[in-house]
């Protein structure tokens, strides 16, 4: 009895762990947010565990019964389309339950967007908030009004088609003048950061319509502002 949280691949493949690749094979069910975005993964290490879908729109239906199979003593390990489940993805709801019931949980490191974005920024990392995504409508100028007085480095995952939007945003809530690195398409062939002022990385992206998974660092205030 045991749930098992196992990052997987952002991009390159070559990132999975050894351990994450023993615990996929050894456990007696996979819960994966899509499995046919994961069974190209399992085929490719050649895992032939059994999988079942648990994603954002079935965790609160679903929660209950895997619990139930856990205490009946199933090993279960919960992987995400990429990264590491629970950041941004599915995972928080089950884990809590686990918890709340005595079932041991076991999270591998590994992959995930944010770490690798923060250490390229070249900005402090000593101290950060992550925000995930942030509101779409509702809340969205209350956040960045708050964020804006925030002294630590903060970290936003954005969409493509979003990012001109939250980079005006930035300029318009921070200041054009805001110290902001962008990383795109992480571990992958076109993998792509680019640092500078908020007005610039606007600038810069308005002429280069970006694709692929986005990570913005965003400076924190300074004393001096």
Not at 32 to 41: F, H, P, Q, V, W
Not at 54 to 74: C, F, R, S
Not at 115 to 143: C, H, M, W, Y
Request: charged share 25%; aromatic share 6%.
């Amino acid at each position: 009895m045991k749930l098992y949280i196992v990052p997987t691949p952002i991009g390159n493949l070559e990132d999975i762990t050894l351990r994450a690749i023993n615990v996929l094979k050894s456990v007696d069910l996979i819960l994966a947010e899509d499995t046919r975005t994961s069974g190209k993964l399992l085929k490719h290490f050649e895992i032939g565990t059994q999988m079942h879908s648990h994603h954002m729109h079935n965790e609160h239906k679903t929660v209950k019964g895997i619990v139930q199979k856990l205490k009946a003593g199933t090993t279960i390990a919960l992987i995400s389309d990429a990264g590491t489940p629970a950041i941004s993805d599915p995972g928080f709801l089950l884990t809590r339950a686990c918890v709340e019931n005595d079932i041991p949980v076991d999270c591998l490191p590994g992959a995930t967007a944010f770490v690798p974005a923060l250490v390229n920024s070249g900005l402090p990392n000593d101290k950060f908030v992550f925000e995930g995504f942030l509101p779409i409508k509702k809340g969205r100028q209350t956040r960045f009004l708050l964020l804006a007085e925030e002294p630590r480095t903060i970290i936003v995952y954005e969409s493509p088609h979003k990012l001109l939007k939250t980079l005006s945003h930035i300029c318009e809530y921070f200041g054009e003048d805001r110290q902001v690195s962008v990383s795109r398409e992480l571990t992958k062939l076109f993998e792509e950061t680019q640092r500078g002022t908020a007005k610039s990385i606007l600038d810069y992206y308005t002429s280069r319509p970006p694709k692929g998974e986005i990570v913005i660092v965003i400076a924190g205030k300074s004393k001096a502002t």
